[in-house]
C-alpha cells in the first residue's frame, strides 16, 4: 500500500524483472469459502472474471461475499515477470497489477454484476493510482476470458464512462485486455484472503460515489 515516489509508467518486457520458472511457494483451501485457492479446475458452468481494482485485499473482500462467488484470489496479472513476488510487483519492475481472480456461476450472478460493482468499489479514473495507493500495480483492468465478456466490458465502460462525463468526472483508463495475453500469477499466501485473516488491516476503495446506472 501507497507508493508515492514508484514508477508510474509500465516497463518493457526487457525491461522487466526475470522473475521464476515456478511458483515458489504453495497455497492452500479459501479461508472463508472453503474452496481451493488455486482453482484451475473451474467447476462445470461456472467462468472466471480476473480484474484490477486497487489494492487486492480490500478487492478480494467485496467479492468472496457475492452470492455465486465459488472462489476468490489475489494474484499478479498484465505484466511481463513470471511469478512475480509481491515486493518485485511493488517494485513497478514488473508491469503487473494487483488483481483478483473470481470464479463465479453466471447462474446466480452475471458477470455484467460483477463489473457494476467493479465500476462502483473504486475509482477507474485514477490511471496508475487509487487514491493515495501511486504505482503502475494499482491501475484499473478487466481481463476478459470470453468474447462474450470482452463485450460486455467494453459495452458497461461505455455506458460508466458516459454517466461520469454526464457529471463532470474523468475518463475511464481501465486497461482491457484478454486474459490469454497476460498470464495470472498467484499472490503468497499471506495475501490470500488478506482481511479475513486481519479483520483491521487496510482497505483501500477510492469510489467516485457514482452508482452505476439502472438500465
Not at 472463508?32 to 480476473?50: F, I, K, N
Not at 488483481?99 to 463465479?104: I, L, N, Q, Y
Not at 475509482?123 to 462474450?148: C, F, K, L
Not at 457529471?167 to 481501465?174: A, K, N, Q, Y
Request: glycine residues 10%; charged residues 20%.
Amino acid at each position: 500500500m501507497f507508493g508515492f515516489g514508484k514508477p508510474t509508467t509500465l516497463p518493457s518486457p526487457d525491461e522487466a524483472l526475470p522473475g521464476r520458472a515456478e511458483q515458489p511457494w504453495s497455497l492452500g483451501q479459501h479461508l472463508v469459502l472453503g474452496t481451493p485457492v488455486v482453482s484451475d479446475d473451474v467447476p462445470p458452468g461456472h467462468e472466471v472474471a480476473v480484474l484490477g481494482l486497487g489494492c487486492f485485499w480490500g478487492a478480494e473482500e467485496v467479492y468472496w461475499q457475492v452470492p455465486g462467488v465459488w472462489s476468490t484470489s489475489v494474484g499478479y496479472a498484465g505484466g511481463s515477470t513470471p511469478h512475480p513476488t509481491y515486493e518485485e510487483v511493488c517494485s513497478g519492475r514488473t508491469g503487473h497489477t494487483e488483481a483478483v481472480r473470481v470464479v463465479f456461476d453466471p447462474s446466480v450472478v452475471s458477470y455484467a454484476d460483477l463489473l457494476k460493482t467493479f465500476f462502483e468499489i473504486h475509482d477507474p479514473t485514477q490511471g496508475m493510482r487509487q487514491g493515495n495507493d501511486v504505482g503502475t500495480q494499482y491501475r484499473s483492468a478487466i481481463y476478459w476470458t470470453t468474447p462474450e465478456q470482452e463485450q460486455t466490458a467494453r459495452e458497461l465502460t461505455k455506458v460508466y464512462g458516459e454517466e461520469l462525463a454526464r457529471r463532470g468526472l474523468g475518463e475511464i483508463t481501465t486497461e482491457i485486455r484478454p486474459a490469454s495475453e497476460t498470464p495470472y500469477y498467484y499472490a503468497e499466501d499471506a495475501h490470500q484472503q488478506y482481511l479475513a485473516k486481519n479483520p483491521f488491516g487496510y482497505r483501500c476503495h477510492a469510489k467516485t460515489g457514482v452508482k452505476f446506472p439502472e438500465s
